[in-house]
């Protein structure tokens, strides 16, 4: 019976201690760079993520301090009787660790994508009860940053499911951005800076500048809406991501993306293009590279811009 009782409060105390904090010494300024899912969705493949890293140098976008390009979901496909993960060997030919050296080669840095629950929103397999295999094939691979998505989640811990990723990455040994996608569901910013670089304070973005879809999708000035008053939890290796930048998409007018822009880097938020930079045009890119504007964005002291009047009903 003391035995019993014995191991009982220690499991208590197990169960009631912090999680350690996050110290990977990276993402001082907000990340920057491109991420596939906003233009190309599941149509992801090698010769996309090689294109796209040449046109990041070739369009000033690397000079103006972009430097990740990151793969969304769908580069995935199954697991290997052992469990590690496997990409499409259609669209991946040559394996994510050729393509990530490809990338480094070009002076950038790749990202990937993978999920805490079992399957990605698009139903790849996720990495739950994987985490540890996923962190070291990462590393092996050559990542430099993770995405990290809540979907097929129910019933799993955010702060426990996160942390465990975070702690997989801490033992694999290779430096690894970690963005944290739960869509602001559990308050991310009362527990994620001792777990993730960055996590998402908002829902989904859509390409609109004042809209809500029935799925849950949100507008520019809608995101924002869902940032204000969160603003004291941002800082030098842990920021607040209302999503990736809509800017070039087609939809803005050319004044809305200006200010999507300049009000994400007013917030400090990562900047992480999601338009097709192989077909860019000059005012796009007169956008995005807007190194006064960037440098906003880019200050070493890390403070988010605070809402001082709404106007809009």
Known sequence: MKLRVICMLFSLIIAAAPVSALDNNLAKTPPMGWNSWNKFGCDVSDKLIRETAGAMVSSGMKDAGYRYVVIDDCWQVKRNLDGTIVADAERFPNGIKELADYVHSKGLLLGIYSDAGRQTCEGRPGSRGHEFQDGSTYALWGMDYLKLDWCHAEGQNSVESYSLMRD?????????VFSICEWGSTKPWQWAKDVGNLWRATEDIV????????WGGLGVVRILDQVDGIEYAAGPGHWHDPDML????????????????GMWCMLAAPLMSGNDLRHMDADTGAVLTNKEVIAIDQDPLGKQASRVRKERQ
């Open 207 to 214: 390409n609109c500048w004042d809209c809500t879809e029935k």
């Open 246 to 261: 809509e800017v070039g998409n087609g939809k803005l007018t050319p004044d809305e993306s200006r200010a999507h822009f």
């Open 168 to 176: 997989a990455l801490e033992t694999a040994g290779r430096p690894i």
